[in-house]
């Protein structure tokens, strides 16, 4: 120990009272409250059902929509980059998991599937406007019911494809972010509706969130607003454009030139309102609309001074003394690039200016890819967590899982990579085919025909033979691992026949029979599963593939 240390004491810092009231407190909430008790809070920053997380007063609230539709309306690049992911993501397959496997689960399934398809709208349409929260940051969609009644039913909540008397979904519609006035929220800052003024009669309207679906583009918070995906390319956008229109000026300054109409100087120290300062406004006015167009022309006065005999008035252009002291091309392109960067789609640059590689390009692709597989699942997981519950519950069942509304990724796989992966592990010892999923799956991803069904019934048979001479095939040599093994044990025992000694006739055919009737045991079993299957005459109708 170091001379002089040995002796010494540490005196901690004695706690306050506050800080020992505060413990107390800590303790006391601890064990009073139960745990389902919210104490905290998010920490939103909301006043009477207004938002005020944003510190740009632009972008809050009903502002915040106006400049995101016209950056989504009125910007080519910034509308490319919506359009392109609208229609990829409207490519999208969305297909239903049962939540189980009994007979109720797949019923539950199908309801769920044809519902998709039998509204009012078609799913890709609200799958278009369920993707305008990629604008806004938020989509908010009323859900609207009706039972199943048949085709030609003439009430509009009746009418539907199917006539099981089921509830199903009419229409799923959206209410326009801009008709938003403000958020209803509970005491424990909660969600529980959004008030609306929709035109024409702009009358406030509140929709309850229970019969309601908000989809968003990212949480924080638990803002209802979301967060655009717009946001962060909004200062290169404002840029962007603030650097176009001074373009434009200038371009077309430097063509028609800069307008100086001469006045005389007494003119421009005349009181207001007299008739020499209302000569000076009229000029301002002129210079000020002087274009080059069609239309151009002038009307000018021709006045002379009567001392010296010179006009009063004059107008001349000043031609441009130069080139530009900046390129305005090398400005724009790179707040352009930074736009693209925000939404993860700078690939699209790629080749326009003479510079990148492919596999860059592959690479950048990828991770838009995964965004946009991501945007999907988002969508599928607001579903089924607050609207599938709902329609299970209103045909009154109570199954232990939901199923699930899942979709297909964005884009098939690369068929020449497919086709390396598929080589290289069949290789490895893979049988791929014959099995039907596998088939069904490669059609799909090389745009090939579907079989038919009796074609796909003969396949899934010699699927299921295939599998039993596998089957048989295993367990012989099962067998005839056991009999070497027992044979070394045992000597006496007669063992397997080595190569090049005589072979006993009666003991192959033996042999090749057992294996023949194994093979014929294991191949009924699998046509009496498959027969146990399939739905029995008049067991029930309308049911889908």
Not at 227 to 248: D, G, H, T, V
Not at 304 to 311: A, C, I, N, V
Not at 466 to 487: C, N, P, V
Not at 526 to 539: H, T, V
Request: hydrophobic fraction near 35%; charge should be negative.
């Amino acid at each position: 120990m170091a001379p002089g240390y040995d002796n010494m004491s540490v005196d901690r810092p004695t706690s306050l009272p506050d800080e020992q009231m505060e413990a107390e407190e800590v303790r006391r909430l601890d064990q009073s409250l139960p745990p389902f008790v919210e104490i905290g809070s998010t920490g939103l920053k909301r006043s009477a059902g207004y938002i005020d997380e944003e510190f740009l007063p632009q972008l809050r609230g009903r502002k915040a929509v106006q400049v995101f539709k016209e950056m989504s309306e009125n910007d080519p690049l910034v509308g490319s980059i919506i359009h392109t992911v609208t229609m990829l993501l409207r490519n999208v397959e969305w297909t239903v998991k049962p939540g189980g496997k009994s007979k109720e689960d797949a019923k539950i399934a199908d309801l769920v599937e044809t519902s998709m398809h039998d509204m009012t709208t078609t799913w890709d349409d609200f799958i278009t406007e369920a993707l305008s929260m990629l604008v806004y940051g938020w989509s908010w969609h009323e859900v609207v019911y009706k039972r199943r009644g048949g085709l030609w039913q003439k009430n509009p909540r009746l009418q539907s494809k199917h006539t099981d008397g089921l509830i199903g979904w009419r229409r799923i519609p959206i209410r326009a972010q801009e008709t938003m006035v403000r958020w209803v929220f509970d005491d424990a800052g909660e969600i529980v509706g959004m008030v609306q003024m929709p035109p024409p009669s702009y009358k406030q309207i509140i929709l309850p969130y229970d019969r309601s679906v908000l989809f968003r583009y990212r949480h924080s918070k638990g803002n209802p607003e979301g967060r655009s995906m717009l946001r962060n390319a909004y200062r290169p956008w404002y840029m962007k454009k603030r650097i176009e229109e001074l373009e434009a000026i200038g371009i077309e300054r430097d063509l028609a030139g800069l307008p100086i109409v001469k006045v005389p100087a007494h003119f421009l120290r005349a009181k207001p309102g007299s008739e020499q300062r209302k000569t000076v406004d009229e000029f301002r006015k002129l210079i000020k609309s002087l274009r080059r167009n069609e239309q151009e022309g002038l009307v000018f006065p021709n006045a002379f001074d009567q001392d010296t005999k010179q006009p009063l008035y004059s107008l001349e252009l000043l031609g441009s003394g130069g080139g530009r002291a900046f390129n305005t091309d090398t400005v724009i392109q790179r707040y352009e690039q930074r736009i693209l960067m925000s939404v993860l789609a700078d690939f699209i640059m790629v080749g326009h200016q003479g510079t990148g590689s492919y596999s860059m390009h592959t690479d950048k692709t990828g991770i838009f890819r995964n965004t946009l597989n991501s945007i999907a699942q988002g969508i599928c997981d607001t579903m089924n967590r607050t609207v599938l519950p709902k329609l299970v519950n209103l045909n009154g069942w109570r199954p232990e899982s939901l199923p699930e509304i899942v979709p297909t990724d964005v884009d098939a796989p690369d068929i020449g990579q497919l086709a390396q992966f598929m080589t290289s592990m069949a290789g490895l010892g893979v049988q791929w085919f014959p099995d039907p999923a596998m088939d069904k799956f490669i059609r799909d991803a090389a745009r090939l025909p579907q079989l038919d069904d009796d074609a796909e019934k003969v396949e899934e048979q010699l699927s299921d033979m295939q599998q039993s001479i596998k089957f048989a095939q295993k367990q012989t040599e099962y067998l005839q691992s056991k009999q070497a093994m027992d044979q070394a044990s045992n000597p006496a025992m007669p063992g397997p026949t080595a190569p090049g000694q005589p072979v006993d006739q009666a003991a192959a055919d033996e042999q090749a029979s057992q294996q023949e009737e194994q093979g014929q045991v294991a191949h009924e079993r699998s046509l009496e599963a498959e027969a146990a299957k399939a739905p029995r005459p008049g067991a029930g109708k309308g049911g889908k593939r």
